[in-house]
């Protein structure tokens, strides 16, 4: 299991075998994801649709888009 150590300043190097299975190249922006009670890295420079089965699959029924339309107008009503 590839491993790395925390320096003084809070940066550790992120081992090669790491980078070249997430496709990270110099520049890349990670994020760290609190999931299941671990942080997960993930490349934030990757399609949204990486994420597709993330949270697990979605029990409940259909939803349309005017039935989510109406729900986020509904919330940032709330919020306001």
Same mark, same amino acid.
């Given at each position: 299991?590839?491993?790395?150590?925390?320096?003084?300043?809070?940066?550790?190097?992120?081992?090669?075998?790491?980078?070249?299975? @997430?496709?990270?190249? %110099?520049? #890349?922006?990670?994020?760290?994801?609190?999931?299941? $009670?671990? /942080?997960? @890295?993930?490349?934030? %420079?990757? #399609?949204?649709?990486?994420?597709?089965?993330?949270? $697990?699959? /979605?029990?409940?029924?259909?939803?349309?888009?005017?039935?989510?339309?109406?729900?986020?107008?509904?919330?940032?009503?709330?919020?306001?």
């Amino acid at each position: 299991m590839p491993s790395a150590t925390l320096t003084s300043k809070g940066q550790v190097t992120i081992p090669i075998d790491v980078r070249n299975t @997430l496709g990270l190249q %110099t520049g #890349s922006r990670v994020d760290f994801v609190w999931r299941d $009670g671990v /942080y997960v @890295l993930m490349p934030s %420079t990757r #399609s949204v649709t990486r994420l597709a089965g993330f949270f $697990g699959p /979605y029990e409940g029924p259909p939803v349309s888009v005017e039935q989510m339309n109406d729900d986020v107008a509904a919330a940032m009503g709330a919020s306001s």
